[in-house]
């Protein structure tokens, strides 16, 4: 019973959803091109903040998160946990102007990619590692330099609950070379949006942010692994 009752519950989500992702993928390749940058982001990310409160409404999906204090007013680098497709709506609206490091083949998908298309990601081919190394360090330095966020997921794709992936030292390379601090965000949201699932599961996702990290006087091996040992064990306190 409670399968068919969150099975009708996301189909419900999905419905609004797709309608959602409809009309501002249209408007960001519209009218959207004529606003200036911030602006767009601005307007466009309405529709991840609907998306989250349309899950909250149609499937019991709620939100804690700990650390809002902690985001520095200064670009940074976030590195993030991955779990689902939750994180990328929300992030994308809590941390503007943000550009996201993603795989290419997102911007082939209709109405979803053409939005990503224009808030200025870092668009990478995850099949030649050393191109998007140099990639993200190009691109990276000049969007912090014009004043954004970056945004990576470092394991690379989305995680169960429970696993750790391998945290590539992109991110903290970046950081390193522009000189900004790594914001590290812990989050469980694979517990109520598992990855690769159509049924969405109520409950409460939690995130939490830590501090800012230091980047001088560290290398991004070192770096890398200090703020995975952060993610991985405030993990365990949010996935139970």
């Not at 466009?44 to 985001?71: F, H, M, Q, Y």
């Not at 224009?118 to 081919?125: Q, S, T």
């Not at 099949?127 to 969007?143: D, E, W, Y």
């Not at 609950?161 to 000189?179: D, E, F, P, T």
Request: hydrophobic share 45%.
């Amino acid at each position: 019973m409670k399968t068919a009752i969150a099975f009708t519950r996301s189909v419900l989500f999905y419905s609004v959803y797709a309608v959602v992702m409809v009309i501002f993928g249209t408007i960001s390749c519209t009218i959207g091109i004529l606003m200036p940058y911030r602006m767009r982001q601005n307007v466009i990310t309405w529709a991840n903040a609907i998306i989250i409160k349309w899950l909250n409404i149609s499937c019991g999906i709620k939100l804690r998160i700990d650390g809002l204090e902690n985001i520095p007013k200064t670009p940074c680098v976030i590195l993030s946990k991955h779990q689902s497709g939750w994180e990328t709506f929300y992030l994308q609206r809590l941390l503007r102007p943000v550009s996201t490091i993603l795989k290419k083949e997102l911007f082939w998908i209709p109405f979803f990619g053409w939005g990503l298309y224009f808030m200025h990601p870092i668009a990478i081919d995850r099949g030649n590692p050393r191109a998007a190394m140099k990639q993200i360090l190009s691109q990276g330095k000049h969007r912090l330099a014009q004043g954004n966020h970056v945004l990576i997921y470092p394991e690379g794709t989305r995680t169960a609950v429970g696993k750790i992936g391998n945290y590539a030292r992109s991110g903290a390379a970046l950081a390193i070379a522009a000189g900004v601090p790594v914001l590290p965000v812990a989050q469980n949201s694979g517990n109520c949006w598992p990855a690769h699932t159509f049924i969405k599961w109520p409950g409460q996702i939690h995130v939490s942010i830590g501090r800012p990290i230091d980047t001088s006087n560290i290398d991004s091996r070192q770096l890398t692994e200090q703020v995975k040992g952060w993610i991985e064990t405030t993990q365990t306190s949010l996935e139970h």
